[in-house]
């Protein structure tokens, strides 16, 4: 059946991919880079095959997708940036049925160094955990915009959010940690959360730490009772957690510095 699309009155014949654009169909991947790859990249490459194909996108193959990282690079000049991947989608624009066509949008600016210590407020919708864009890091991404938007309204760095179980789950764009007596926790998958690459890299190089890992199920007083609480991502590295709302987190210098510079060299941050 033939579409005819109009934008601002006028008929539309551009090719675009509509699918991401109309449903937010597709799934995205950021990281620093820092004069090279980034120590995960092969990772965050499998994460997005991975949604892709749970979203029935066309995936243009790891080796495509490096080529068109590196070349934006190139043409970019920046030897420590920000990256973002993002698999557009296009075809058949009824809701139900499956991308034609893969895409590939790389955007790159210069990285900005982020705080050491953030703030976080508890936002009071919750997150569904048995929701099934869960798995996926999707574009599809107004309840992390609507949290973090809320946040930083307020004059916070970051957006907590809860389970309907008002379990501790993630940050807008972070997972959680802190540590008590020598344990690292960190809130399991099935809390409803994406378990992130940066994360998974702390989790590995606890033993190295000396700390033992726990992932479950907790609730906010675990946080507030801690002996230091932090965020991960692949832009931040690691940051320390010093208030969630009213409430004031220990903050213990030692212990961020020791996580901190563990986890940046094997970043390969610093050397």
Do not use: Q
Not at 150 to 177: H, K, P
Request: net charge negative.
């Amino acid at each position: 059946m033939t579409e005819f699309l109009f934008l601002d009155g006028k008929p539309f014949e551009e090719k675009i991919p509509l699918r991401s654009l109309l449903y937010a169909e597709g799934v995205f991947e950021t990281f620093r880079w820092k004069s090279s790859p980034p120590v995960y990249l092969e990772k965050h490459l499998a994460r997005m095959k991975r949604g892709a194909k749970f979203l029935s996108i066309p995936f243009p193959g790891e080796e495509s997708v490096k080529s068109a990282v590196k070349e934006a690079i190139r043409r970019s000049s920046m030897m420590d940036a920000y990256v973002k991947i993002c698999l557009l989608s296009s075809g058949r624009i009824k809701f139900y049925e499956r991308a034609d066509e893969g895409h590939i949008l790389v955007i790159v600016r210069g990285y900005e160094p982020p705080k050491e210590h953030m703030r976080a407020h508890v936002v009071p919708f919750k997150r569904t955990s048995s929701s099934p864009l869960l798995s996926v890091k999707s574009l599809n991404y107004l309840e992390n915009v609507l949290a973090r938007r809320e946040a930083i309204g307020m004059g916070y760095d970051e957006a907590l959010l809860l389970n309907e179980r008002d379990e501790v789950t993630e940050c807008s764009v972070a997972n959680i940690f802190w540590v008590k007596e020598g344990v690292l926790y960190t809130p399991a998958v099935d809390c409803g959360l994406l378990p992130g690459i940066t994360r998974e890299a702390l989790i590995s190089l606890a033993p190295e730490l000396e700390l033992e890992v726990e992932e479950g199920k907790f609730n906010l007083d675990k946080v507030f009772s801690s002996d230091g609480a932090f965020l991960t991502n692949s832009l931040v590295g690691i940051a320390a957690l010093t208030d969630v709302d009213n409430v004031k987190v220990a903050l213990d210098e030692e212990l961020s510095a020791k996580l901190r510079d563990a986890l940046f060299r094997r970043l390969r941050w610093i050397s």
